[in-house]
């Protein structure tokens, strides 16, 4: 890490520890671009007809608009069916409490907008009727029909399977495929796993808040080999309570036949007594959280630096906040505790507690280094380090300690300068992932207008603590979103860590994931005995003021 002087080195130097931006230039939502302004229609259940014209209004997209509005209650679900025979429609629905859902194309092959919900509040809502190119013109049918609660077409359960024909079971009137059902409950992750040997599925499912998820092929032949690539696998965490929609659609419009759904299940990891539940972590659930967390501020002979202690106690802090960890899942090393005994130690200790489904996180805020390579394996010559309280740790002799640990995913995060330079040697086997403040030439700088050690340091806490569960905020966290997030921290603090006029490095996130796939889960937040996911909690993380 860099200290606030910010300083140049050759081989050995002294370092310090390591919510994107909103919008700009948009026209704001429910605005046009230009024209006429928008003129509300009155709209009710049943079919509307309209017809879009060139001397209507057109929003940002450069698309005339029609703006309906309709009374709706949660007591009804309803489905929104926008259609026509001249233009490609897309619809938009907005109501109370910032609610908000847009399509383009109900279903693959069919350029009609769908949107099936249960309005979350009773009040007014906006449907807005435009089209997905900018300037078309031509008629449109707007058809608002009532749903029954309890969802249409053939049900099944979580945990089961069902077989259903295409094009005779659960079809619905105006609309493709065969439609299934079932209940979950918010938490849960679902996965539905649709195959058949007499057409290319498409799977699409719809939850009871609108949102929609949808898979063609999964290149997956199954648990035994002989299923098709073809086939579909939806993978999903239930962000309501409710009924859901799975429909089956022929890809291309073009088949039909007997087909099968597996369906298993997740649940919600519930929290009691607000203590950390049991089974949270894991990509196949029922793991623990495991960390080490060390960081160092004051150096006997180092540069002392400002935070990176803080940010190993205010990692733990996060963690235990949103009930991942409890402390017999952490081991906190600040300052005079995080020798390199202790921190090799530490790392033996998870290796021995860390079973397969389990998530073990190792990190580090302080000083880091680049020493001549001791064992040729370096492309620059040159191992990088970490600066523990009484001495150093080569790369080599860091990846070796956690190699013994045999969890399902282990994340390795360093806050230091060079840290880049541990990626190549960690990332080298499935299940590992690593975060790195800098690259293995380029120093890191401390992070005093956060008020914390490093700017990874920073951006980790925040994101554990739940703030990186935003694509969507389901109450499950995927290696993608945190390491997006993390990124997302960097771009936006960019002018922070370098800024204009200087000639230094500029310092960023190095992500290296490794075989850990975007949409692999590493934990899940604990929810209230309701299924409610609680909001991410009010902690104050951060240091005193420098």
Known sequence: ??????????????????????????????????????????????????????????????????????????????????????????LEVTGPDGFRLQNDDGFPGTL?????????????????????APGQTGPYTLAITPRDAAGVGVPFDLG????AVLGRDGTQEGLPGTWLRFSGDAG????????????????????????????????????????????????????DSGVYQLIVTPYGGRGAGPFRVRA????????????????????????????????????????????????????????????????TDQLVLPDGLATRRAFLDGIAQMAQLARPEDVV?????????QVPDDGDDELDGLDETIVLYDGSLRDDEVVAALSAIR??????????????????????RPGRMGVFSSDEDVLSDTAEPHRAGGYLSWHLRRGVLGEADVRPRDGVLYAGELTDYLNDGFVADHRLMNPSGEHSPSQRLVVARGAVSWSQVLWVYPRNPDFTLPPVPSVPLTSPPP
């Open 407 to 428: 969890a399902g995913t282990v994340i390795l995060a360093l806050d230091a300068c060079h840290s880049g330079g541990f990626a190549r040697d960690w990332v080298g």
């Open 264 to 327: 298993t299940v997740r649940p919600p990891v519930v929290m009691s007594g607000g203590e950390r539940p049991a089974g949270l972590a894991g990509a196949e659930g029922g793991g623990r959280l495991l960390g080490v967390y060390a960081g160092i501020t004051a150096y006997q002979t180092q540069g002392q630096l400002y935070g990176c202690a803080d940010d190993a106690r205010l990692l733990g802090e996060a963690m235990r906040a949103a009930h991942l960890q409890d402390a």
């Open 188 to 239: 849960s992750i679902v996965r539905l796993r649709v195959t058949s040997q007499a057409f290319d599925t498409i799977a699409t499912l719809i939850g009871p808040g609108g949102q929609t998820w949808i898979n063609d092929d999964a290149n997956d032949l199954g648990p035994d080999g002989r299923e098709r690539a073809l086939d579909s696998t939806i993978v999903a965490a239930l962000p």
């Open 361 to 369: 996180l190792v990190f580090f805020s302080g000083h880091g280094q």
């Open 1 to 90: 890490m860099r200290s606030p002087l910010r300083c140049a080195c050759l081989l050995l130097f002294t370092a310090a520890c390591g919510g994107a931006p909103g919008p700009s230039g948009t026209t704001p939502h429910g605005a046009t671009a230009a024209g006429p302004a928008l003129v509300p229609r009155a709209a009710s259940l049943g079919v509307q007809q309209g017809t879009l014209s060139a001397s209507d209004p057109i929003d940002e997209r450069r698309a005339h608009v029609h703006l309906w509005r309709i009374e709706l209650s949660p007591r009804e679900r309803v489905r929104i069916h926008l259609s026509s025979p001249s233009v490609d429609p897309m």
């Open 160 to 163: 089961g399977e069902v077989t």
């Open 112 to 132: 009609d907008s769908i949107l099936d919900f249960l309005p979350p509040s009773e009040g007014t809502y906006e449907l807005r009727a435009s089209t997905f």
